[in-house]
C-alpha cells in the first residue's frame, strides 16, 4: 500500500478510531482473493483493512461491504466470533471499497511450524473449538441478526454448482477431463438440503485465529458466506483436514488433533444434525476446489491477484488434482 494511498486513509481513520499519523501497512501472507493490510499508526495501534484483489474480480466473491455488514450482523452472536467492523467506504477515499476492523492478536495456523508451537492439548483444544465455532455458525439466528435476505432460501445447491462451473469454463484453457465428469456425477446425484442456514464457505483452521489456550477467539474471510447446507462448510472443512498419510502435511497433521472421522464425530456431537449426505458434499468440496485453483492461476497469470502470491509456481497443478480426488471419492462404494 503506497504512501498515498496512506495520506488519504488517515484522516478516515482518524475519525473512526483515533489513529494518528503517519500510517503503515503491511499485506497480511495467507489470502488468494481479497486482500488484507495491517495499519499500524504512530502510536502502535493496529488495524485490519480488507479491499479486493487487483485486476479481474467476481463481483459476487470480492464484495467487501458485504463481507463487513456479516462480520457486523455477527457481533451479537455469542458463540461466533469475529472482529468488531468500524467502518466501511464505497470508493470515496482509496477509489475502491474497504473496511476497517479489529487487528485479533493471536495465532494462525497457517501450517505446521504455527501447529508446532502449540503442545497437543492445545491442539486438540483449537480443533474442538473450531468445530463447536463451526456448529455455532450453523445456528446462527437470520432473523434476529438481519441476514434472512443474505441469500434466496431455495436452489442453493444447484447454485452452487452453477456458479463454480461457470467461473471455471470462463478461465479454462487446458482440458482437465475429470472436472466435467464429476460435475456431472455432481448433478446426478444432487441430494435434497438437510437444512438452510448460514454458511461460511470458506471454511478451515486458518480462517481462524486461536489464542494461547488453542480456543477460538475470531473467524477471518466471510466474503463467500451465504445461506445454503451446512453440510457443505463441514465437507470443506475435512478436505483441508490433513492427517497421517496425506501427501500435503498441513497444520492439523500433527499429535493432538483429531482425523477426519474425529472432526465428523464432534461436529455431530455437538450440532445433532444427519450427517448421511456428507459424502456428495464431500466430493463437491474437492471439486470447487478444483474450479477455484484454475480461476487463482488464471487471475495471477494476467497480474492481478489477493494477497498471497507464494506457491504459485504449481499452483495448476491443484486443478487436476483435486478433479481426481473428487472423482475417486465419487466412484467409491
Not at 470447487?288 to 494477497?307: D, H, M, S
Request: glycine residues 10%.
Amino acid at each position: 500500500m503506497d504512501s498515498d494511498i496512506l495520506l488519504r486513509l488517515e484522516p478516515w481513520l482518524r475519525e473512526r478510531v483515533g489513529a494518528t499519523g503517519p500510517l503503515e501497512a503491511s499485506l497480511i501472507a495467507g489470502g488468494r482473493s481479497n486482500q488484507t493490510y495491517r495499519v499500524t499508526d504512530a502510536a502502535g495501534s493496529s488495524w485490519a483493512l480488507r479491499r479486493p484483489p487487483d485486476g479481474p474480480r467476481v463481483a459476487s466473491a470480492h464484495d467487501v461491504l458485504r463481507e463487513a455488514r456479516i462480520i457486523s450482523a455477527l457481533a451479537h452472536e455469542r458463540d461466533v466470533p469475529v472482529p468488531q467492523v468500524y467502518g466501511t467506504d464505497g470508493g470515496n477515499v482509496l477509489g475502491e471499497p474497504f473496511f476497517v476492523m479489529e487487528f485479533v492478536e493471536g495465532t494462525v495456523l497457517r501450517g505446521r511450524r504455527q501447529s508446532s508451537q502449540l503442545s497437543e492439548p492445545q491442539r486438540a483444544s483449537s480443533a474442538r473449538s473450531l468445530i463447536e465455532v463451526l456448529a455455532a455458525i450453523h445456528e446462527t439466528d437470520l432473523a434476529g441478526t438481519g441476514l434472512d435476505d443474505l441469500a434466496p432460501s431455495t436452489g442453493y445447491l444447484t447454485r452452487q454448482l452453477d456458479r463454480w462451473y461457470g467461473s471455471y469454463n470462463r478461465v479454462r484453457n487446458r482440458m482437465v477431463p475429470d472436472v466435467d465428469s464429476v460435475h456431472q456425477w455432481l448433478l446426478e446425484n444432487l441430494p435434497p438440503i438437510s437444512a438452510v442456514c448460514l454458511v461460511h464457505g470458506d471454511f478451515r483452521i486458518d480462517n481462524a485465529v486461536v489464542n494461547d489456550d488453542g480456543i477460538v477467539i475470531a473467524v477471518l474471510d466471510w466474503e463467500l458466506a451465504t445461506l445454503g447446507d451446512p453440510l457443505t462448510d463441514l465437507a470443506l472443512t475435512l478436505a483441508y483436514w490433513s492427517g497421517e498419510g496425506d501427501e500435503a502435511v498441513g497444520p492439523t497433521a500433527l499429535p493432538g488433533f483429531p482425523d477426519r472421522e474425529g472432526v465428523i464425530r464432534h461436529y455431530s456431537e455437538v450440532s445433532g444434525r444427519d450427517l448421511s449426505g456428507l459424502r456428495w458434499h464431500q466430493v463437491f468440496a474437492y471439486w470447487k476446489l478444483a474450479c477455484a485453483a484454475e480461476q487463482i492461476a488464471a487471475r495471477y497469470a494476467g497480474g492481478g491477484g489477493g494477497g498471497d502470491r507464494s506457491g504459485l509456481d504449481d499452483i495448476r497443478s491443484h486443478t487436476p488434482r483435486f478433479a481426481q480426488r473428487a472423482l475417486h471419492l465419487a466412484l467409491e462404494r
